[in-house]
């Protein structure tokens, strides 16, 4: 598919949300927006922040947008979502997913497909914000590593290995960010490897890995196993930080754009039903059943609200850092945030350091589209961004991205490894 192909999909998207955003609140009762079809295949992988979309499924709340056949289909990696979206819905894949934020980019551009074959993507919201963390194995507890990874260095040679769960993904970033600012090169100092989010614990128990970033439940479970602690939840790193998202196949946007909007609306709603405290213990009971993520409940509630166990004698309660699926602006797919996450895909080599990241984030952040299924789920336009940057952003070790001058962050951190066109 051609890059003028690809523009001709993005525009006739824009067109479509442009007009739904126009559109007064009481006309969304008119068959003008009934979704085109009534049913999409959605991925997802056994984490924390998939439970919005389990949550719409579970309680009936895509049927109540108009598309009761929608499926939430379990994947075994981030590999895996990525070849299923490539081969989409209609051939026995999946039509989106729950997915690690810069995918969509790497697919959309062709750098993570076969034979580097783009494959145009839609990104209509955020999943959630924080929730993730860095956890280190217990035969490096006593060095006591926690925001600052350099006493690792002690221990820490080329033939140790540290896990990520997809290369350029946002695991992959927090913990080469934390690792690089403790002074340690992910790429000439240790071996960052890939291992799916389920199989953390049980690769850390064999003593194969020294350290991991995953999302929950995962890093508590290896806590309550006693394997490991956690050094770090990336809230830390980076307090209110994006992590997954809620990503389409492009062709499967433009062809369905009332479906796009009733889909986002349903997540929408779901979001902020899991947000609420009230329903912590029943979003943990239903997403930690065998169906979904076979987990004890045990395992995933205690971060959900706010207590973190690090397993190394801290422990907290009511933390702020805990994931949010809605509130404080966690569903919009605010546009400066994508630009840091191909910042950094750039400072590591994924991406060149020619990506014109303005198209690529024009071509697929649907902003417009969330806009207006917020506006069908009955958001108050107070409580929806302004604008399409939240602005600057601090990092626990004093680095501060602009998204009005990239470079100059790009520039200030010394340890990167960056890549021709």
């Keep these: 598919m051609t890059i003028t192909r690809r523009n001709a999909l993005a525009a006739t998207a ?24 009534k049913k999409a295949v959605l991925g997802y992988i056994a984490l924390t922040d ?3 979309l389990i949550i719409a499924k579970e309680k009936g709340i895509f049927a109540k947008y108009g598309m009761p056949d929608v499926e939430v289909s379990k994947q075994a990696s981030w590999g895996a979502t990525r070849d299923n979206l490539v081969l989409g819905g209609g051939s026995g894949g999946i039509d989106g997913a729950h997915i690690l934020t810069p995918m969509p980019y790497l697919i959309h551009n062709g750098r993570i ?24 194995a217990e035969k490096h507890k006593a060095l006591g590593a926690k ?22 993904g946002t695991h992959d970033l927090w913990i080469r960010y934390w690792l690089a600012a403790g002074g340690i090169d992910p790429d000439k ?59 389409m196949r492009g062709d499967w946007v433009a062809q369905h754009p009332h479906a796009a909007t009733a889909l986002t609306a349903a997540v929408i709603e779901a979001q902020i039903w899991c947000d609420q405290a009230a329903n912590k213990e029943e979003m943990c009971a239903i997403i930690g059943r065998r169906a979904w993520f076979n987990v004890p409940p ?53 991406l060149p350091q020619d990506t014109d990241t303005a198209k690529l984030i024009g071509e697929v952040n649907k902003e417009a589209i969330w806009r207006a299924a917020a506006e069908r789920a009955g958001v108050k336009a107070s409580d929806t961004p302004t604008g399409t940057s939240r602005g600057t952003e601090t ?22 490894k960056l890549a021709g066109a």
């Excluded at 100059?408 to 340890?415: D, E, P």
């Design 147 to 168: 925001l600052d990874a350099s006493p690792l260095k002690r221990v820490f040679t080329q033939e140790s290995k540290v896990a990520m769960t997809f290369r350029g």
């Design 298 to 350: 045990a395992d995933i509630l205690p971060r959900s609200r706010g207590t973190i166990d690090y397993g190394d004698g801290r422990k907290v309660e009511n933390s702020p850092l805990l994931m949010k699926y809605f509130r404080d602006h966690a569903s919009y797919p605010f546009r400066s945030h994508e630009l840091w996450f191909l910042t950094e895909d750039i400072r590591w080599g994924v």
């Design 14 to 37: 824009a067109v479509f949300a442009a007009a739904r955003a126009a559109t007064p609140r009481g006309a969304f009762a008119q068959g003008s927006t009934t979704p085109e079809v």
């Design 113 to 136: 497909t076969q034979n580097n074959q783009p494959v145009p993507m839609a990104i209509l919201a955020r999943l959630n914000t924080n929730g993730q963390a860095i956890s280190v």
């Design 189 to 247: 100092d240790v071996q960052t490897i890939v291992v799916p989010p389920p199989q953390m614990v049980a690769n850390m128990k064999v003593g194969t890995m020294d350290a991991f970033c995953v999302g929950e439940p995962w890093n508590d479970q290896l806590v309550n196993q006693r394997l490991g602690y956690t050094a770090l939840t990336t809230g830390e790193l980076w307090r209110d930080h994006p992590e997954k998202s809620l990503g």
């Design 395 to 416: 990092f626990f070790d004093g680095k501060v991205f602009d998204p009005a001058n990239p470079a100059a962050y790009l520039a200030s951190l010394s340890i990167k």
């Design 50 to 52: 998939a439970a919005a």
